[in-house]
């Protein structure tokens, strides 16, 4: 069964610090670029950041450059998300993907609320 399970998530104050974990199983992880969606109520789902295969090459929404950092464990099979200066227009619903040609897996989804 693959999934990727989540955690992380919460409540902070703007200008706070979360970071996300997605632990991978089920497939082959190493193998898979990496990515963090998110989506706000009323709003498309957008790409936040993604990582490819073995971590050497990175890309970032404009919006969160400089201030979300995307990495991975492949020994864990883990992808991290550090979120810093967190932003009220950063609440959202974030979701980890894996992505390995036609073939894509999505976890369950994390709220991530930023809020005084």
């Known amino acids: 069964e693959v999934q990727l399970v989540e955690s992380g998530g919460g409540l902070v104050q703007p200008g706070g610090s979360l970071r996300l974990s997605c632990a991978a199983s089920?497939?082959?992880?190493?193998?898979?670029?990496m990515s963090w969606y998110r989506q706000a109520p009323g709003k498309e789902r957008e790409l936040v950041a993604r990582i490819i295969n073995a971590g050497g090459g990175t890309n970032y929404a404009d919006s969160v450059k400089g201030r979300f950092t995307i990495s991975r464990d492949n020994a864990k099979n883990t992808v991290y998300l550090q979120m810093n200066s967190l932003k009220p227009e950063d609440t959202a619903v974030y979701y980890c993907?894996?992505?390995?040609?036609?073939?894509?897996?999505w976890g369950q989804g994390t709220q991530v609320s930023v809020s005084s």
């Open positions: 089920g497939f082959t992880f190493s193998s898979y670029a």
């Open positions: 993907n894996a992505k390995k040609y036609w073939t894509e897996f």
